[in-house]
């Protein structure tokens, strides 16, 4: 490839001083990107600017992960002191500090008896490795035989072999097929407009739907299954909110047949339903976790596994100089990303902002489901402080309507996120009302005339 001469990361970068050439970006029309750069060059607060000028209030918390803001000053503090002090400390036999205290902190957050903290870098090593932990226990019990897995269609777990085997979309699966996981069965998504369209909160349709486990169970037999991986509320693919009574049905059936449940909360773990995890704000406690994105709002990258105590307690057998689980990231507890998360942390905490994410809920609920009736609207879903207006598509464009209205916002002053024919919104907790209501205005606008 030629040597780039193109500008470096300056502030003032801009579509015509940074080469568009090199980058291969994920999750991304590319093609589309280059005729239509959207080049953020600075991110402060609830806003980012572009490098053309326009700002727009960033209504997804970046990625679903910056719920505190961008360029705090806390977390820019910390970033500072702590490559002062240790930036980088081997994972493997030595440690840091700050991870050992980020892990208890973690612990003290997650339901009783989920003691245990693996760290990895993103939500997708989290997911890989929450799938080996479960299948790693079953052969520690004497149960070699538990190697299958059982994910959801429509669910979304990263993009590890493991992520996408487990995972429920079609086009991250279509090409690499034969999957890595030979063993996984899909539940059926919980999803249904005839029944559950524009339902506020949680459905009260469709606790049957996790029935299928047992049928899936009868087919293999429990003692070929390892786990059920489910994310408490779908957040990816368009907040698709759990039916009241599934998720507490799939805790039972999975305790009936020595199944291991884990709940994949890179989106729903610290707050962002106005509880520390999905697992309480349903009131189901699974046996794994996963977690990333909020724990170091998105500044440093940082995914984990947080297990049940019995889980951990079941490796730490053999001699005792020989390490328990072949398993492990030159990142795993970075010191960087361990100090952010516990400014991140202490921050929730002493500033209430779980318990504000709890208090804007219905505001963004009551907001949002008052687009109903407006043109093309399929259906409003909304789950803690998030948010998702599912819009008709053009006839065989899917996705384009969706993508004209994020493009037509940002001239709007909005950032939303589009996923298929879905616009989503998980604003920082501390959205105002008037922020809320900027969304919605926007949406309005904009579906009358797109
Ligand atoms: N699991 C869930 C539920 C997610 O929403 C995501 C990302 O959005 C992932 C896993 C993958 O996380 P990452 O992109 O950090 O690998």
Same mark, same amino acid.
């Given at each position: 490839a030629p040597a780039s001469t193109s500008a470096g990361a300056s502030p003032t970068a801009s579509p015509t001083t940074t080469s568009l050439d090199h980058y291969w970006m994920p999750f991304t029309a590319n093609r589309y990107f280059k005729t239509h750069p959207k080049l953020v060059t600075k991110a402060e607060g609830s806003y980012v600017t572009f490098a053309d000028g326009r700002k727009a209030f960033d209504c997804?918390?970046?990625?679903?992960?910056?719920?505190?803001?961008?360029?705090?000053?806390?977390?820019?503090?910390?970033?500072?002191r702590q490559a002062e002090t240790v930036d980088f400390c081997a994972p493997f036999q030595i440690a840091n500090p700050w991870a050992h205290q980020l892990a208890g902190k973690?612990?003290?957050?997650?339901?009783?008896?989920?003691?245990?903290?693996?760290f990895t870098n993103s939500g997708s090593e989290a997911v890989d490795t929450a799938l080996k932990i479960a299948m790693a226990y079953h052969r520690l019990r004497g149960e070699a035989g538990r190697t299958r897995f059982i994910g959801r269609e429509r669910g979304y777990h990263g993009v590890g072999f493991g992520g996408i085997s487990v995972g429920g979309l079609g086009p991250n699966r279509k090409m690499f097929s034969p999957l890595t996981l030979p063993g996984v069965d899909h539940l059926p998504h919980t999803h249904n407009?005839?029944?559950?369209?524009?339902? &506020?909160?949680?459905?009260?349709?469709?606790?049957?739907?996790?029935?299928?486990l047992e049928r899936i169970v009868a087919l293999h037999d429990a003692s070929n299954i390892a786990a059920v991986i489910v994310e408490p509320f779908a957040g990816s693919t368009g907040i698709?909110?759990?039916?009241?009574?599934?998720?507490?049905?799939?805790?039972?059936?999975?305790?009936?047949?020595?199944?291991?449940?884990?709940?994949?909360?890179?989106?729903?773990?610290?707050? &962002?339903?106005?509880?520390?995890?999905?697992?309480?704000?349903?009131g189901v406690t699974p046996d794994l976790m996963t977690f990333a994105k909020q724990v170091t709002n998105g500044v440093i990258p940082m995914g984990g596994v947080i297990a049940k105590q019995e889980i951990y307690d079941t490796f730490m057998t053999g001699p005792e100089h020989a390490i328990e689980f072949?398993?492990?990231?030159?990142?795993?507890?970075?010191?960087?990303?361990?100090?952010?998360?516990?400014?991140?942390?202490d921050l929730m905490q002493q500033d209430g902002l779980i318990q504000r994410a709890a208090e804007m809920a219905p505001v963004i609920e009551d907001a949002f489901h008052s687009l109903k009736g407006e043109p093309g609207i399929l259906d409003i879903r909304n789950a803690?402080?998030?948010?998702?207006?599912?819009?008709?598509?053009?006839?065989?464009?899917?996705?384009?309507?969706?993508?004209?209205?994020?493009?037509?916002?940002?001239d709007e002053g909005q950032l939303f996120r589009a996923a298929g024919d879905t616009l989503a919104v998980a604003p920082p907790y501390l959205v105002s009302k008037d922020e809320i209501g900027r969304m919605v205005d926007t949406i309005r606008k904009l579906v009358r005339k797109c």
């Open positions: 997804l918390s970046g990625l679903w992960c910056s719920p505190l803001g961008h360029a705090h000053p806390k977390l820019v503090e910390t970033v500072k973690i612990a003290g957050m997650a339901p009783a008896g989920m003691n245990r903290v693996f407009l005839k029944e559950m369209a524009f339902t &506020r909160g949680q459905p009260t349709w469709g606790a049957h739907l996790a029935d299928e698709l909110v759990p039916p009241v009574g599934y998720l507490q049905r799939l805790r039972e059936i999975c305790t009936k047949h020595g199944i291991l449940l884990i709940f994949d909360e890179v989106i729903s773990g610290f707050g &962002r339903l106005g509880s520390n995890f999905g697992a309480q704000h349903y072949s398993h492990g990231y030159t990142y795993s507890g970075h010191p960087m990303a361990a100090a952010v998360g516990l400014t991140v942390l803690g402080l998030s948010a998702a207006v599912e819009l008709e598509p053009i006839a065989g464009k899917p996705g384009l309507r969706a993508l004209n209205l994020f493009e037509a916002a940002i």
